[in-house]
């Protein structure tokens, strides 16, 4: 079935809004009074809007009953990290994950990278995610990202780009042949793609690109990355087209967006006007 | 008569008994420091700023303190005008001299009211390790001046109707240059 991008971003909005509304906890897997307590003052602390004082309340006296409910130490330190209280948020997290390394400190290295662009950081998180985890470091927090992806792209932000190769290989060649497409990320082969660019292999990004329009192709992203690389390539006739597509899509909405931050390789539309203007010079 | 209190006999077992005993009370101690006390009161909403009039400008108001949305509530300017904001803020910041330990985060969280006004200013510093940390003034002061003195927000628009929002926005500092923005 070919989506639709309205259906692609429904589709993420439901999958972040299911990562972030985090889901209920069953409390009858508990033996002991405070768990109970804190795990039923937990789920109540869901009825109340995100940050609130009532939510924050429900949450404090879940961690005041049972310091050791991981979930909670979690729950009430991500308004910090959306509302850019990073202290607070790391204060709160930190104890998340020394309680439970699975699977929180997963999800603090991806807040990292997200959120803070602390590619060192997330990586040292992620790494050492990856080996408590036996291998299988799953996915992102919003579920844009396999976690694979998200340190390849740390790594490449850091400039180690075989690194960054490796784990885009783990990421998205391994994913393929184990459990198929439908698995590969929504936007992998893009940031592959850029990656192999900055690398200056322009086959090897072009061929990367043309597996993105393969498995989706309505963003703009992926035509501004063509033209650049044709550009680089002294095909200056081909980029101007690429690069006008990729306006015509950033107008009329089809490019990577999120609520939260800039995502890895969004293009605004200044970026393609300045790309033509510079091609138009050469 | 003046009482004498013998002296404890020094033996190594004693003294080895000593040596414990400060060390569990330290142990202790610190487990007690590190116990969680709780929050005694949390604002209305996480993040939310009061007026300060040490610090606001009195002028600035807020159309309606009951509803001040996040920026990731709705559509926000921001997000929208990113690029031009990066710009805006790179190409007017200057690095100072002695910047090797001038490293981290510095977060500007600040309103933009229904008319498009920004107030309210607050900043946090924290060090690469997230830890709190004081910038030299000439970068944290000149963030804020830069900050206060952008032009051109917008408001919140949700349903056609026009909201007070918060914002933030995060420099990662390296040695004393604008590494990147946030969010």
Same mark, same amino acid.
């Given at each position: 079935m070919h989506l639709t991008l309205k259906k692609c971003v429904l589709l993420l909005v439901l999958l972040t809004g299911m990562q972030w509304c985090r889901s209920q906890i069953n409390c009858r897997v508990f033996t002991d009074s405070s768990h109970i307590k804190a795990c039923l003052l937990y789920n109540a602390s869901d009825s109340f809007f995100q940050?609130?004082?009532?939510?924050?309340?429900?949450?404090d006296s879940a961690i005041r009953i049972c310091p050791d409910f991981a979930e909670a130490w979690r729950e009430i330190s991500v308004?910090?990290? #959306?509302?850019?209280?990073?202290?607070?948020?790391?204060?709160?997290?930190?104890?998340?994950?020394?309680?439970?390394?699975?699977?929180?400190?997963?999800?603090? $290295?991806?807040?990292?990278?997200?959120?803070?662009?602390?590619?060192?950081?997330?990586?040292?998180?992620?790494?050492?995610?990856?080996t408590i985890s036996g291998f299988h470091p799953a996915y992102s927090g919003d579920?844009?990202?396999?976690?694979?992806?998200?340190?390849?792209?740390?790594?490449?932000?850091?400039?180690?780009?075989?690194?960054?190769?490796?784990?885009?290989?783990? $990421?998205?060649d391994s994913i393929l042949s184990q459990q198929g497409q439908s698995w590969v990320g929504f936007s992998d082969y893009l940031h592959r793609a850029v990656t192999k660019m900055r690398m200056k292999d322009y086959e090897g990004a072009?061929?990367?690109?043309?597996?993105?329009?393969?498995?989706?192709?309505?963003?703009? *992203?992926?035509?501004?990355y063509i033209g650049l690389?044709?550009?680089?390539?002294?095909? *200056? #006739? *081909?980029?101007?087209?690429?690069?006008?597509?990729?306006?015509?899509?950033?107008?009329?909405?089809?490019?990577l967006s999120d609520i939260y931050c800039e995502l890895p390789d969004e293009v605004f539309i200044t970026d393609i006007e300045e790309a033509i203007s510079r091609i138009k010079k050469l | 008569m003046a009482l004498c209190r013998t002296p404890l006999k020094q033996t190594p077992i004693t003294a080895w008994l000593l040596v414990l005993i400060v060390i569990c009370n330290n142990i202790s101690a610190q487990t007690k420091a590190e116990r969680y006390k709780g929050v005694d009161s949390f604002p209305s909403n996480? $993040?939310?700023?009061?007026?300060?009039?040490?610090?606001?400008?009195?002028?600035?108001?807020?159309?309606?303190?009951?509803?001040?949305l996040q920026y990731y509530n709705t559509t926000?300017?921001? #997000?929208?005008?990113?690029? *031009?904001?990066?710009?805006?803020?790179?190409?007017?910041?200057?690095?100072?001299?002695?910047?090797?330990?001038?490293?981290?985060?510095?977060?500007?969280?600040?309103?933009i009211n229904c008319s498009g006004q920004t107030g309210r200013f607050r900043m946090y510093e924290l060090d690469t390790g997230y830890k709190p940390f004081t910038f030299h003034s000439a970068i944290s002061d000149q963030l804020m001046k830069l900050a206060k003195n952008l032009q051109g927000w917008q408001p919140a628009v949700y349903k056609g109707k026009t909201y007070d929002s918060y914002q933030y926005i995060t420099f990662t500092l390296k040695?004393?240059?604008i590494e990147c923005i946030s969010p």
């Open positions: 940050g609130s004082r009532k939510a924050q309340q429900y949450l308004p910090y990290l #959306k509302r850019g209280d990073f202290f607070t948020w790391r204060a709160y997290m930190d104890r998340a994950v020394a309680l439970k390394p699975y699977p929180f400190l997963g999800v603090r $290295g991806w807040c990292r990278f997200k959120f803070l662009r602390d590619y060192e950081g997330a990586l040292i998180d992620l790494q050492k995610f990856d579920g844009n990202y396999h976690l694979y992806v998200v340190m390849a792209l740390c790594e490449r932000e850091l400039g180690n780009y075989p690194q960054a190769l490796h784990y885009f290989s783990l $990421g998205i072009l061929s990367d690109l043309d597996n993105q329009i393969k498995k989706y192709d309505n963003f703009a *992203e992926i035509y501004y690389i044709h550009g680089l390539m002294h095909r *200056e #006739k *081909e980029a101007l087209t690429d690069l006008e597509k990729a306006k015509t899509l950033v107008n009329s909405g089809h490019h | 996480t $993040g939310d700023i009061a007026f300060n009039t040490a610090l606001d400008d009195p002028s600035f108001t807020v159309c309606n303190p009951q509803i001040v926000s300017y921001y #997000k929208q005008h990113k690029r *031009e904001i990066e710009h805006y803020f790179k190409s007017h910041y200057q690095p100072g001299t002695e910047t090797a330990d001038q490293s981290g985060y510095v977060t500007i969280r600040f309103i040695k004393g240059l």
